[in-house]
């Protein structure tokens, strides 16, 4: 860094102030610490700082219900076992059981809130270990004998069979004691069990299974556990999804009196089975339909909506969730639903559904389902201007621009997201203009760059074609924007549509709604051009003897920077001050400079007004671009404020605010006619975002306020549209008028601006 320091060892100039050459003593010498953030210089307090994340990706995360309980339901996230419970939805992990592997748990509902899983034994026997997960006291182990065969699992009970050795099956509840005290399940005159017990569901010591008949239709039962009585269910023809809770047994069929619905019948089995017809969408489609009191809540297949139909009460027929991906019963009193599946915004979670005090099915959200990362994001470039920051996040291979306001005043505060646009690189977009952000895009029909503004992603403006291809945005001011492609550059007049200037690449930057561009002829000056007109207003002698190849403003500090040369420098246009700076990977702000060195670290730098510099402290940590200095990439800094902006390496943005000197509130330039035939429309252009501004219209033979006009909160502009007319709405008479525009500024720094002027009214 210290070789690309200017020193005034070959100006032709004199009389400016010799301070530059000690100075340059600071930045050369670097600092002794490397801070892990933008830090002030000794004996100022550390600068607030806004961090801003890279945008990742995240998507639906894996959620497994496992099990349910009287108070609560088990289920899985990743690698963790997770019971969250229903009287206040928290969750906890669940580490009794966390070497247990899936497979061996037990799914379905225990009514003592405990996770079952089994574990073989060297005598061929199976233990069903039981946790208490609320209440530690309903822990057990039930030792399941050796010889019995596909264990079934309906709530507290275990149901095996026993090869009888003649091509039959005996069907056992185990007790875990003898086997010999284990009840044999009798099952109706002439049923038969297969290999695997047929376990439909349970509620206290009732079991519901299902067998075959004599004639080898399916037959269907409520098991008495204790002592393996069978009472057959009136069942006709196939059915499913068999439920039971305290009061109820219900079952789905299309076939049998009543037609297609679910059944309920008491649990005594006695009676006929009440009908309640579904609205099936689909003949063959498989039904699941839970009985929950007055109400049945069903979905067809899995991915469709989940709904109530009422058989009685007061409640109405709805969906419950548009999206089901599971749902089970909770047997207790008339029947609960747990549920995971998605809501019509499409939130993921697991639900509870029961009839509250009033008869209506209401949804208890236990847990919302968190998304999980499935990609990092990646800060490609990023902006700041008057209190928005721009970033472009590369994602899975799709770019994305982003924004948050960042505040206006001195320190930076995280306000509002700003819209997001499709994906843009470096150099193709950038804040500043009165349309709002301006970015390049490729006009479909030519490929060429075009021009287009606006804050709304959906209402751009219609779009300039440029002349370029592939070019980039250098500079952009509220009425224009300085494009350079092919070797050339063009300042366009955004307010015009139109390309004003075309000229080959030189250094050049925009100032307000003037241009201020080296003069490729006379080493050391700068020109100050009207881009509409051409015409030349002023120009700055830099006193040296190169043409700057890059130029860039702040107020009336101007960066140049000759390359080829090996000479750079700042020049405060209104003091003639010079201040020294490197020859590249540099950026000025209001009154700092901010330059990265050959480690990739920023050291900042304070302009005073004086003369001299100060140290503002050393940025590390910042991201290293995949190409060039980073300027744009993976830092930035506001060119009218004390705000800079970097990327560290984990592709978090910070917003800091290394220097709070800051230049006062001014007027860049202005649009006021002197002279209105009825109708007055002005402009103000400020230098910096303003909290609030008054204009005011006095009469001057009178000394009267005709109209005064307020508003608050401006990031740059000032206007007002005059009907004519006085504040009571009559004519203002013909003659002449004086304007005053104040403002205050938004970082409550330095003294309001003010700015007047006189206006002729012609007609009144």
């Known amino acids: 860094m210290s070789r690309h320091l200017y020193t ?73 076992y997770l019971w969250t419970n229903s009287y206040n939805s928290r969750t906890r992990v669940v580490t009794e059981i966390a070497s247990v592997p899936e497979s061996l748990l037990v799914g379905g509902h225990d009514e003592h809130n405990r996770a079952t899983y089994t574990q073989q034994r060297a005598d061929g026997g199976t233990d069903v270990v039981r946790v208490g997960i609320e209440d530690p006291a309903f822990n057990s182990t039930l030792k399941v004998p050796a010889g019995y065969l596909n264990l079934s699992y309906a709530g507290s009970w275990v149901l095996a069979t026993v090869d009888k050795g003649d091509g039959t099956y005996e069907m056992r509840v185990a007790r ?113 339909a839970f009985l929950v009191q007055d109400g049945i809540v069903w979905h067809e297949g899995l991915g469709g909506p989940l709904r109530l139909t009422p058989h009685t009460g007061v409640d109405t027929a709805r969906t419950l969730l548009p999206t089901v991906e599971f749902a089970q019963l909770r047997g207790e009193g008339y029947g609960q639903v747990l549920t995971l599946g998605k809501n019509a915004d499409g939130d993921r979670a697991i639900h509870l559904f029961h009839q509250n005090g009033i008869g209506i099915i209401s949804d208890l959200v236990m847990r919302e389902v968190p998304e999980v990362k499935t990609a990092d994001g990646e800060i490609g470039a990023l902006s700041l201007d008057r209190g928005r920051l721009r970033y472009v996040n590369s994602l899975v291979g799709k770019d994305t621009l982003h924004g948050k306001a960042v505040g206006t005043g001195l320190d930076p505060a995280e306000g509002a997201r700003l819209a997001d646009f499709p994906g843009l690189a470096a150099g193709r977009f950038a804040d500043g203009t009165d349309e709002g952000l301006a970015r390049l895009v490729a006009d479909p029909a030519t490929g060429k760059d075009t021009l287009v503004t606006g804050d709304d992603p959906e209402q751009p403006s219609e779009g300039l074609v440029l002349p370029g291809t592939g070019g980039r945005i250098l500079d952009a001011s509220p009425e224009f924007v300085l494009y350079e492609a092919g070797g050339r550059s063009y300042v366009v007049d955004t307010a015009r549509d139109l390309v004003v200037r075309d000229q080959p690449v030189q250094g050049a930057v925009l100032d307000g709604d003037r241009l201020i561009k080296s003069a490729p002829g006379k080493p050391g000056t700068v020109n100050v051009v009207d881009p509409r007109s051409g015409r030349a207003t002023a120009h700055h002698d830099l006193g040296v003897d190169c043409v700057p190849g890059e130029l860039q403003r702040s107020g009336t500090l101007l960066y140049w920077s000759c390359a080829s040369e090996d000479a750079a420098g700042v020049y405060d246009t209104a003091t003639h001050r010079d201040y020294p700076a490197p020859v590249s990977g540099v950026l000025l702000g209001d009154r700092f400079l901010a330059a990265r060195d050959a480690s990739g670290e ?65 007027v860049t330039h202005s649009t006021a006619p002197a002279a209105s035939a009825g109708t007055w429309s002005a402009a103000w252009w400020l230098s910096k975002p303003a909290a609030s501004w008054q204009v005011t219209l006095v009469r001057r033979s009178t000394g009267e ?3 005064t006009w307020t508003g608050e909160d401006t990031r740059g502009a000032v206007r007002v549209d005059w009907d004519g007319t006085s504040a009571s709405g009559s004519p203002a008479p013909a003659g002449g008028y004086t304007w005053r525009l104040t403002a205050a500024p938004s970082d409550g720094s330095g003294a309001d601006v003010t700015a007047s002027g006189t206006l002729r009214i012609t007609t009144g």
Do not use: C
């Open 8 to 80: 005034n060892s070959r100006s032709r100039r004199t009389g400016r102030t010799a301070g530059a050459a000690a100075v340059a003593v600071v930045l050369a010498a670097g600092l002794a610490t490397a801070l892990p953030a933008t830090a002030h210089a000794a004996g100022k307090a550390e600068a607030a700082e806004v961090l801003i994340p890279a945008p990742d990706a995240f998507g639906e995360g894996p959620e497994k219900i496992l099990a349910t309980g009287r108070q609560g339901v088990l289920h899985r996230e990743g690698d963790d």
């Open 176 to 288: 875990g004691g003898a086997a010999s005290a284990d009840p044999v399940v009798r099952l109706p005159a002439g049923a038969t069990t297969g290999a695997e017990p047929v376990v439909l569901g349970a509620q206290g010591s009732e079991v519901l299974i299902g067998y075959r008949l004599a004639d080898g239709s399916p037959g269907y039962g409520i098991l008495t556990a204790y002592d393996g009585r069978v009472k057959p269910l009136p069942v006709t023809g196939d059915a499913s999804s068999f439920h039971i809770t305290q009061m109820n047994v219900s079952w789905f069929s299309r076939n049998g009196d009543g037609g297609q619905g679910v059944r309920i019948l008491p649990r005594s089995g006695t009676g006929t089975p009440k009908v309640v017809p579904l609205d099936i969408g689909s003949p063959d489609s498989e039904v699941t």
């Open 602 to 666: 920023l050291r900042l730098t304070a302009l005073r007004p004086d003369g001299s510099t100060a140290d503002l402290g050393t940025v590390t940590g910042v991201k290293q671009p995949a190409d060039g200095d980073g300027r744009g990439s993976t830092w930035t800094l506001d060119a009218d404020a004390g705000k800079l902006a970097w990327v560290g390496t984990d592709d978090t943005v910070h917003v800091t605010a290394p220097q709070q000197a800051v230049s006062p509130l001014g």
């Open 705 to 707: 306020t005709v109209r």
